[in-house]
């Protein structure tokens, strides 16, 4: 009776830590190389080691800040890439979309990665996480000369594979393949995709996740290092951001609908993205339990390139979709072996032009 009477007086606490919420930033220190209207460019090498591939990191890109990767300074995979060696080490931050970007195409964001890969002189280990993995994906396959290794993580490949659930809900709001829906809700936000959408739509997969969370926030309120955790997650996976309504659509219509990208038949800046033009050493990592993508959307991409059997590394978390990119396990048992192969193939350039 008496916890009960506690956590009575607890609510108002409670619902203060449910209801505040503050930016998400990173943590690793960097500077900003140059800024777009859709992207920054952030550098957080430690030194500049002549000859050493840089590492060139595409965040997911799902109405979320793209500090996912670069969490916390305990989780971090822009600290595991460093700690791993890749001294040179860069990351792609998305900027929402606003009326002036709404038309922004999937064109304009490769031209964007081809930027970064230019400013790193041409040539990088790139590593997509989710929606950054096939953009990484469609990139390497149209310049594979300018990808050493290609590495991601959660990124779905082949659309359709292992029966996700946002094929099912696709098929659902599209019966027959007409995206009207998709189409009146850009339409409705002024010609974006509100990042608030978005949101609600991962909420609406698990809706029990969502509860838990907030009931065990209640029950751990007298736990600082609790509280801190959750506000750091909070903060993070509450704070929107728009995404161009015309790069969203075209999303939708080529890759969720008609699983185009292994299909090949995708054209993008004028060429036919063809995965067999993959033969650079590849990394793929996938979460057991990942309810977005699962593993075998991911490990698809061995199927479709041409990289050798002996070049091609798989890793498979027990977690699921976000713990990919900031878990402690998958940083901690998965991210290193697979940044050794990258360092590996890095240092063997290196070798050869000595």
């Known amino acids: 009776m008496f916890r009960g009477t506690s956590r009575a007086m607890d609510i108002p606490r409670w619902l203060q830590l449910v209801m505040t919420r503050e930016r998400p930033t990173w943590t690793t220190p960097h500077e900003i190389v140059f800024e777009t209207p859709l992207a920054r460019l952030r550098d957080f090498s430690l030194r500049d080691e002549r000859g050493l591939v840089p590492t060139l990191v595409l965040p997911p890109q799902a109405g979320h800040d793209s500090c996912i990767v670069d969490y916390s300074p305990e989780q971090s995979q822009i600290g595991a890439i460093l700690d791993a060696g890749l001294t040179r080490a860069l990351s792609l931050d998305w900027i929402g979309a606003t009326r002036a970007t709404a ?63 946002i094929h099912r809900v696709l098929r659902r709001l599209s019966p027959g393949g007409d995206l009207r829906f998709y189409e009146s809700l850009v339409a409705a936000d002024g010609g974006v995709l509100k990042g608030e959408r978005m949101l609600a739509g991962f909420i609406m997969i698990q809706p029990a996740a969502e509860i838990s969370r907030q009931l065990e926030l209640l029950a751990h309120l007298d736990d600082s290092a609790y509280v801190a955790r959750y506000r750091e997650f909070e903060d993070w996976f509450k ?31 004028g060429g036919r993205v063809d995965l067999s033009n993959l033969e650079m050493p590849l990394n793929l990592l996938a979460g057991a339990a990942d309810h977005i993508t699962p593993p075998d959307q991911v490990f698809a991409l061995a199927s479709f390139a041409a990289t050798p059997a002996e070049h091609v590394f798989r890793r498979v978390s027990t977690g699921g979709h976000l713990g990919l990119f900031m878990g402690r396990e998958a940083l901690r048992e998965h991210w290193p072996p697979l940044l050794g192969e990258v360092l590996r193939h890095s240092k063997r350039r290196v070798r050869a032009t000595a």
């Open 103 to 165: 038309n922004a195409s999937i064109d304009d964001y490769v031209e964007l990665v081809d930027r970064a890969v230019e400013h790193c002189g041409g040539r990088v280990n790139l590593i997509g996480d989710c929606q950054g993995g096939w953009l990484a994906t469609i990139y390497a396959a149209l310049y594979p000369e300018r990808i050493n290794t290609l590495t991601i993580a959660g990124a779905p490949i082949d659309f359709h594979a292992g029966e996700p659930v």
């Open 239 to 269: 704070h929107t951001q728009d995404i161009p309504g015309a790069f969203y659509l075209w999303v939708v219509q080529h890759l969720f609908r008609d699983n185009a990208l292994i299909g090949g038949s995708l054209e993008v800046r």
